[in-house]
């Protein structure tokens, strides 16, 4: 078991880990968005009855190797993270939770079913799924959609929800799409009382948001 100060220890040699890791990397999935979510999580965690040492290396190392920029390969993540944790000498238990967390806490198209669930998982997912969502998960969107070349919007285009997780990781559609294929879907599945209500106010801006963006398209005011 560790002490406070070992498992302080911990968390300040994988703030580290994964700055390093993550240097250079797009802005949405960088450093700051793994803070935001580590925040968040700690945040949502207060009101849990949940590991706050398993919360924080889980929302730390949650996207250390987002399988999107690593050929669509959902093991280098965890590989990643369980290497460096056990290098630091984590307990196993506590290491497989980690592990599980990063494995699941992904979208995915929201079709699939998730195999594992635990209260961290709850908390971690949320605060993951929260900054998808509002003023900074429209920004990261359009980061996004800009890193990979894709159109604002083509009303040629409809959105589709009932893809794949592969469908959904190749989709090359226009980011305004993936406001109704993820964004604007995450608000009912939030899985902490905390994260839906956090979600309502976000959610809202963002319908108000794409109000705001077909009137413009259509040259109104």
Not at 9 to 32: S, Y
Not at 43 to 68: C, M, Q, W, Y
Not at 86 to 107: A, K, M, N, P, Y
Not at 139 to 149: D, E, K
Request: net charge negative.
């Amino acid at each position: 078991m560790f002490d406070r100060v070992n498992r302080e220890t911990v968390i300040e040699n994988t703030v580290e880990f994964v700055k390093e890791t993550l240097q250079g990397a797009e802005g949405g999935h960088d450093w700051f968005h793994t803070l935001r979510v580590w925040n968040t999580a700690q945040r949502i965690a207060r009101t849990e009855n949940v590991d706050p040492f398993v919360i924080s290396l889980g929302a730390l190392l949650h996207d250390i190797a987002d399988a999107k920029f690593h050929g669509g390969d959902e093991s280098v993540g965890p590989s990643l993270a369980s290497g460096f944790l056990r290098l630091e000498g984590v307990d196993e238990g506590v290491v497989e939770h980690v592990v599980q967390i990063i494995t699941h806490i992904s979208f995915k198209g929201g079709n699939e079913v998730q195999s594992f669930r635990s209260p961290e998982l709850d908390v971690v997912q949320d605060a993951d799924r929260l900054d998808a969502v509002g003023a900074i998960g429209i920004a990261r969107t359009f980061n996004y959609g800009g890193h990979m070349g894709r159109k604002l919007y083509d009303p040629d285009i409809k959105a589709n929800l009932n893809m794949s997780k592969e469908a959904y990781r190749s989709s090359t559609a226009p980011t305004i799409n993936h406001f109704y294929e993820k964004l604007l879907l995450l608000k009912k599945r939030m899985n902490t009382k905390a994260g839906r209500a956090l979600a309502e106010g976000r959610h809202q801006f963002m319908e108000e948001f794409l109000d705001r963006f077909y009137r413009e398209w259509e040259g109104e005011s």
